[in-house]
């Protein structure tokens, strides 16, 4: 009786919700770990990565904003190329973000080291 | 049982025929495609708070239809550019934000509230946000306040929203520490995909359907 009346609530609630649009892979929990736990960075970074892998590997849409996290990621460990690649990849998937992530890549450009970058 | 059944298929053809009530004609006009969601301002005691609800914006708002500036990058591009407090940051013009970023609009968003009171035999969870939407040319689009509370051992209300808060938290509050997220993901839910004021479909949503 109770788990019915919590799944009809539930089902009114959500009644009027439009399916999602993405798959977000556990992005904003990941991403909420890593403020509380700061070492949790890393665990958002290898999520961001095998998310984003697989969603590539199916031909699925990234949601987003998820390229460019996982860029920002890369460019705060010094892993600039990656990083660049990720701000591309964004651009490519959602033009809105063109503006921004070129002049991420440039100041990547204009900053990076030819050598010895770490990965 | 029967009732309760009549009750909620009411409630189920009454939801989606609520009439706008909010004039959204603003928002119509600026027709935005991007969002840049900023860093939040704390009203709140919890020096954390921010943070974690910067977190709980992005998937509501993309949901919703449009292209969300990521926050964590946005977080650090500020931070690059001298913006570390939200207070500072919802100070500066919205077209020079908007500009920065090359958004159509700036999503502001207040704490109010975020705090558990203990009792002896209960605990009240609060959140309380403001929520306020501007366009690229400084014109307010939408704002909106939401306000939610829980109290796990209080059953008495009886109110379908208070059951279904109650049992998507419930979970969550046998930690010692209350977690706040489940109900600022729904107070997000509520504010941007299920209240008649929530803002109109974006293009990524009208082209799905």
């Given amino acids: 009786m109770k788990v019915l009346f919590i799944a009809a609530a539930v089902a009114t609630l959500s009644g009027c919700a439009a399916p999602t649009l993405y798959n977000w892979g556990g992005y904003d929990d990941a991403l909420y770990s890593s403020y509380k736990d700061p070492s949790k960075s890393e665990a958002l970074r290898l999520k961001l990565e095998a998310h984003i892998a697989a969603m590539d590997t199916a031909g699925t849409k990234v949601a987003p904003g998820l390229y460019a996290e996982l860029g920002t990621l890369y460019l705060q460990s010094g892993a600039k190329s990656k990083a ?5 990849k964004e651009r490519q998937a959602w033009p809105e973000s063109a503006q921004l992530m070129t002049a991420l890549i440039t100041n990547i450009q204009r900053t990076a080291p030819a050598a010895g970058e770490k990965k | 049982m029967k009732l309760a059944a009549i009750f909620f298929s009411c409630l189920l ?53 449009f292209y969300v500036f990521p926050v964590n990058t946005t977080k650090f591009v500020l931070e690059q550019e001298g ?7 919802h100070q500066e013009p919205t077209p020079v934000l908007a500009k920065m970023f090359g958004a159509d609009a700036v999503l502001y968003v207040t704490i109010n509230r975020w705090d558990a009171q203990f009792a002896l035999f209960t605990t009240v969870v609060t959140v309380d946000f403001d929520y306020r939407m501007v366009a690229k040319d400084g ?18 209300s ?7 808060v ?33 803002i109109p479909n974006g293009p990524y949503r009208k082209t799905a359907q």
Avoid: H
């Fill in chain 1, 84 to 88: 660049a690649e990720m701000y591309a």
């Fill in chain 2, 13 to 65: 053809l009454a939801g989606c025929a609520v009439p706008v009530k909010k004039d959204m004609s603003a928002f119509a006009v600026a027709a935005p495609r991007s969002i840049l969601v900023v860093p939040t301002i704390n009203k709140s005691l919890d020096v954390d708070a921010p943070n974690y609800v910067l977190a709980a914006l992005p998937v509501p708002v993309a949901e919703k239809g």
């Fill in chain 2, 83 to 89: 913006y570390y407090e939200g207070e500072r940051i």
């Fill in chain 2, 139 to 156: 014109t307010e689009l939408w704002k909106e306040n939401k306000k939610l509370q829980y109290q796990p051992q209080n059953n008495t």
């Fill in chain 2, 158 to 164: 009886g109110s379908p929203m208070a059951i279904l």
């Fill in chain 2, 166 to 198: 109650g049992a998507v938290i419930n979970a969550a509050l046998t930690r010692a520490a209350p977690n706040y997220m489940p109900l600022t993901k729904q107070a997000n839910q509520e504010v941007f995909l299920l209240s008649p004021n929530a």
